[in-house]
């Protein structure tokens, strides 16, 4: 059953990865020589959920899960550090969304990590989406399955392991922190279609407008953008729309006045901006184009999330005024830098009053906060606190 309801068809789940995975590993690792070790794996895992949500809360998802297994603390710790880098390349490289990295207070650390990291992400209606986790297990994950080692001193040892993943709520995210009323902006590194090629100018003229399409459509496959041509009976209105939708970053227009002078029109997706721009280098210009829109996409993800983002809030009274205020102007309320002691209570007690959680402490505060927030005694670490997905 599924939170206490019976569930309208069978499901036969698998257990956790980490008990085949922790049986494997203790199978396998008996001696240095056989560390350090690597799984990595993409599988589809079940949650119940009461409330579902397209891509960031689903009852089934595809994620991403890796297990190394180490000799020492330090190596393990590296490989975690590692690994929240390489979430934060993607994330905000490829995906174009900022985040800050950062640790887990305790009470949202996973089950059993010693240290659990996170990148966190801002979306547009000011909520944070975890987009990644990393973490050190000490040697727990051994002790709890026996996996030991014969060192180079002839000791046996528990090996020191980690985890991490992230998952297609990714997908989501880049959906949130970028789409708009006309539907989604796909950062030009992560879309399928990164230019759509549309003829237009009247039907009769068309086929003097392919002699210079096809031509080009070859030149910018050829430098090795993602191009498509939609050709297609419909306006090219129509095609627009469907294409904005869509997410395209980039629209190519070419109509016959445009041939005769050398020319092609391209319409940006983020910023809706139409330029003319010479058919000489086209390729070039596409290819510059999008390396442009990719980071003027992140940019202006990063100035929403440092406007939403608040340094100043030092008491209970004014987080809870300022929520209240954000409510009423129909604003998002945004993440609080806030101080903390490091007590759990006063932690929950934040929530419970707000409904803001602990996001991560991140390693690189924009200020460092003096007292906490809540009981006003000093502060041990300074918090992003927001509501999350
Ligand atoms: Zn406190």
């Known amino acids: 059953g599924g939170g206490g ?117 801002m979306m547009k209606d000011g909520k944070a989406v975890q987009a990644g986790t990393s973490h050190y297990l000490g040697d727990k994950f051994a002790r709890g399955f026996e996996i030991k080692f014969l060192d180079r001193d002839n000791q046996f040892k528990y090996v020191h392991t980690t985890s991490w993943g992230t998952s297609t709520r990714l997908i989501g995210s880049m959906i949130m922190v970028h789409g708009d009323d006309r539907g989604l902006v796909l950062p030009p590194r992560m879309a399928p279609t990164q230019v759509i090629m549309i003829p237009v100018g009247p039907m009769k003229l068309r086929e003097k407008v392919m002699e210079a399409f096809d031509p080009l459509f070859d030149e910018i496959k050829a430098a090795g953008v993602r191009v498509r041509a939609d050709l297609r009976e419909e306006t090219p209105g129509w095609k627009f729309n469907e294409w904005e939708m869509r997410g395209v970053p980039l629209r190519l227009e070419l109509g016959p006045r445009d041939v005769e002078n050398g020319q092609v ?67 998002t309320s945004g993440w609080v830098l806030a101080g903390w002691c490091g007590d759990d209570a006063c932690e929950s007690k934040i929530k419970e009053e707000t409904k803001f959680t602990s996001r991560n402490i991140p390693f690189e505060p924009p200020v460092q906060k003096k007292a906490c927030i809540c009981c006003g005694k000093e502060s041990q670490h300074s918090v992003w606190f927001g509501r999350a997905y």
Not at 56 to 64: G, K
Not at 292 to 299: A, K, L, R
């Open 5 to 121: 309801e019976p569930l309208e068809e069978k499901l036969a789940l698998r257990p956790t990865s980490e008990t085949i995975i922790g049986h494997m590993y203790s199978q396998w690792i008996q001696s240095y020589r056989d560390l350090p070790v690597l799984i990595n794996q993409w599988a589809n895992v079940f949650r119940w959920e009461k409330r579902t949500m397209p891509f960031l809360r689903t009852s089934e998802f595809l994620w991403q899960e890796g297990h190394t297994a180490h000799a020492t603390e330090e190596e393990a710790r590296q490989e975690t550090m590692q690994m929240l880098e390489i979430y934060r390349e993607v994330v905000e490289q490829e995906l174009a969304i900022p985040v800050w990295k950062g640790q887990k207070t305790p009470s949202e650390r996973f089950a059993g990590a010693v240290d659990t990291y996170s990148i966190e992400a």
């Open 265 to 331: 029109i391209l319409a940006r997706r983020d910023t809706g901006e139409k330029v003319t721009v010479s058919l000489e280098g086209i390729a070039q210009t596409v290819v510059q184009l999008l390396e442009e829109i990719q980071q003027n996409m992140f940019q202006k993800a990063l100035a929403f999330r440092d406007e939403n983002s608040h340094l100043g809030i030092d008491t209970l009274e004014q987080l809870t005024a300022h929520i209240a205020k954000s409510e009423s102007e129909n604003k």
